[in-house]
């Protein structure tokens, strides 16, 4: 059975430091973290989890709780939280808390009774009635929504990503761009978003035309109905997430539009989705798997709060080019 020092002699540092590692703590570099990372694969080594929880009075359970879990962006968040977590020894329950679900406070109150080591809301934001369910001390984030300072998150300047998307179509060319945005109920991401878009098109000297979907994918052929038939002379729609952006490809091909030849598509996020539709979706990207992995370092370094920003970046793809 592989122990601790196995892992230790392998990564050519103490066992103590390979126990920060696991833990989550601070106190070492990212070279070395590294090193500890490759040699725990490499054994296969799996911390006595049962042990250690008897110890600190918390099991080595983190709780995910995501608005849809079939959601892409979830999917991928969710993928960099559970290598994290295994990589720490952890395991992830996920629960989901989408529109017209109920469940939020009993996972709260179970995650209480089960004493995780944490809790991740993707998408959503902390609320004092969430903490006061909690209680005070399991640590709880929120990923990819930023909420300000009161509590721990993890997310992009959603204004000045969405107003670099549009600044890029801009260039382009581009003058008739409509936006297909999500839930306006969505106030710190989609209403920030929304602001961005309308400040570069303001600056542009052009005029904005906005309607609105749910994020998904359903939501976007009817939502692109719309935004036709008040301009049908549009060259660009610059949707607020991949699965509405790939709908609107889609969409526009069935209806016999070329795209991009007669109308460019940028979406965001940059999820897998943007590569799984012909052509190749052009899109505004998050870390999202880091932010996964950062969440669960953030959960297990104590003391490690408040807000945190990350880069976006524009990821060209076929989905858009200059108008004719």
Do not use: C, W
């Not at 106190?27 to 600190?56: F, H, M, N, W």
């Not at 983190?62 to 879990?69: K, N, T």
């Not at 529109?99 to 009774?113: E, I, N, Q, V």
């Not at 539009?257 to 539709?277: K, Y």
């Amino acid at each position: 059975m592989t122990t601790i020092r196995d892992v230790a002699r392998l990564a050519g540092v103490s066992p103590a430091t390979v126990s920060r590692v696991v833990n989550g703590l601070v106190g070492y570099s990212s070279v070395t973290q590294q090193k500890v990372e490759r040699a725990i694969e490499q054994l296969r080594y799996e911390p006595d989890t049962l042990a250690r929880s008897l110890k600190t009075k918390q099991t080595a359970v983190i709780g995910v709780l995501a608005p849809v879990v079939s959601d892409a962006l979830s999917s991928e968040i969710m993928s960099g939280v559970e290598a994290a977590a295994r990589l720490r020894g952890h395991s992830v329950i996920l629960g989901r808390t989408g529109p017209g679900s109920t469940f939020a406070p009993s996972y709260l109150r179970t995650l209480r009774t089960y004493r995780a080591a944490g809790v991740i809301l993707i998408s959503a934001a902390v609320t004092p009635d969430m903490r006061r369910v909690l209680g005070s001390t399991v640590p709880l984030m929120s990923v990819a929504i930023r909420d300000g300072h009161r509590f721990s998150s993890l997310a992009i300047d959603d204004e000045a990503a969405a107003y670099d998307g549009t600044r890029h179509l801009i260039a382009l060319g581009h003058r008739r761009i409509a936006l297909l945005a999500g839930d306006p109920a969505s106030v710190l991401v989609n209403t920030v978003r929304v602001r961005g878009y309308q400040r570069a098109m303001v600056e542009a000297g052009l005029v904005p035309l906005i309607e609105h979907g749910n994020s998904l994918y359903d939501s976007a052929p009817p939502a692109l109905g719309r935004l036709l038939s008040r301009d049908p002379r549009l060259t660009a729609v610059f949707a607020l997430s991949d699965e509405m952006g790939a709908a609107v490809v889609n969409e526009l091909q069935r209806i016999g539009r070329r795209v991009p030849d007669e109308i460019s598509v940028l979406g965001f996020d940059n999820t897998r989705t943007s590569q799984h539709v012909h052509p190749a979706l052009s899109t505004v990207a998050q870390p999202l798997e880091r932010m996964g992995e950062l969440a669960v370092e953030k959960l297990l370094a104590p003391g490690d709060t408040g807000a945190r920003l990350l880069p976006h970046r524009l990821v060209e793809r076929g989905s858009t080019r200059a108008p004719r």
